[in-house]
């Protein structure tokens, strides 16, 4: 049996917790090229992180592992000390993920979404409605409850996507571009929401090619270039300089050769 | 269980769609028209009928050649068999295909949920919508059974035939649209193995050969013998070993898919 953590006992753990998420040596390839190669990083609860990468460096592969929706190929990921991959259940209660582009069932309502998303994680059905109506107002989608995901704007699926993910308040939130296709408010108001979920212990991962993104909401960053890890540590200053290094060398690299 | 809200997520885009409503409609349109002429035969020959000592009835003459014209043929070709060849590839192209193609997949699979159970799922929410269907094309012969007699043992063993039918159809169809990258792919697919499984018989004897094996492989064969009211043991487990390796390979395929796409 496998015991959830929430993101409260997991605040007020022992003096060093385990980590929450643990991933070892992660590889993978797609479509015959290696995405991913030899990443491993750690994460706690009540920690965002931020994955930065020009486009192809492997960003989406990991999270899609991490999410549990790609099994890797070599490596482990645990989750709460315990491997993932052998155990994808635990998706059910630990996970939310907000992939790339928002994928929705067109012909689904907004409160629909937020229900079926309820019962895919196992919610019962009184609690997936009440948890359901309190994420249309957090996220104002409230006059959105009766339309249709399919003439949603990209914006509003954006919002769908990310209130389905935090639906059964999950200890880590992985966000594939949470940003894309959002107006200015409403990117505040999204790095409102992961400043908050973080303060109250939801480890996040959000993945972006947005400097500005990261500097605002992360306090941790990695920098991940053609599949693997080329840094990991705390925000710090000199962060665009370091991110430009490892993309502009490697290409400068390339050319030269 | 969350088997079950597949099914509910499954059975909500079926009927939001107006894919399923059209289909519905224009199949019950011909299968009333078919009925209606049918009858209209019964009618104008009954006296003849009456005169033949244990001659055919209603049954026999309306309500099973309703549901299939396997055994008599008649004016219009399409009973509830020979249509559900046709609409369950049309029905079930989009459960895995259309997914994938949406890019929702992926969240079936981050949800935690073995791919055994996101088939089971689709599955159950597909049959539901066509035994609806059948149930819906079946009301026109049982509203008539007050005034007329009707063989109960022969119809129901006919609708277990039909049931049977749609439940292989469905798995394999459902196989198809795991299998396939999209969905016109996945009903190309399934119409061409459902019609192979319809007549591999005929197109063996056509050909000369006319052998047990081939006889046995052909879903008529089955649905033969229970449309003319004879239940057995053999035929309802042919439809069940169907069903069974169909759904086995749809789940083996979304299984090998979250490992190795």
Known sequence: ?257 | MTALAITRLELRRLFVRPLGWILGALTLAELAWRFVLLLGSFLASQIKLAALPGGPGYTDIVAIPTLSSMLTGSMLPFGVAELALLIVPLLTMSAIAGERSNGTLPLLFAAGLPASRIVLGKYLALLIWLLLWLLLALAMQLSLAGTTHLDWGKLAAAVLGLALALAALTAVGLACSTFAPHPAIAATTSLLLGLALWIVNLGARLAGIDNGLFNWLAMSTHLENLLRGLVSTADVLWFVLLIAVSLSLATRRLAAEREHN
């Open chain 1, 1 to 257: 049996m496998i015991a959830p953590t929430t993101a409260s006992s997991a605040t007020h753990a022992a003096p060093a917790p385990s980590p929450l998420l643990q991933l070892d040596q992660i590889g993978r390839r797609r479509a015959g090229r290696v995405a991913v190669s030899g990443l491993s990083l750690s994460l706690q609860s009540g920690q965002v992180l931020g994955l930065l990468g020009v486009n192809g460096a492997g960003k989406s592969t990991t999270l899609s592992m991490i999410a549990g929706a790609l099994a890797p190929d070599q490596g482990t990921i645990r989750l709460n000390g315990v491997d993932f991959v052998e155990h994808p259940e635990l998706a059910r209660q630990l996970l939310g993920w907000l992939p790339e582009r928002a994928p929705q069932w067109p012909e689904l309502t907004v409160r629909e979404h937020l229900l079926t998303h309820g019962r895919l994680r196992g919610m019962p059905g009184a609690t997936a409605r009440s948890a359901a109506a309190a994420a249309l107002e957090r996220f104002e989608l409230a006059p959105l409850a009766r339309r249709l995901a399919g003439v949603l704007s990209q914006g509003q699926r954006q919002r769908l996507g990310l209130a389905c993910a935090l639906l059964h308040r999950p200890a880590l939130l992985v966000l594939d571009e949470p940003a894309n296709a959002l107006d200015p408010v409403q990117v505040a108001a999204l790095r409102r929401i992961l400043r908050e979920e973080a303060a109250n212990g939801t480890a996040v991962i959000l993945s972006t090619h947005v400097l500005a993104e990261v500097t605002a909401v992360c306090d941790r960053v990695a920098i991940l270039h053609e599949g693997s890890l080329r840094h990991d540590g705390p925000l710090t200053a000199d962060l665009e300089r370091r991110f430009f290094d490892i993309a502009m060398n490697d290409a400068r690299g390339k050319t030269a050769a």
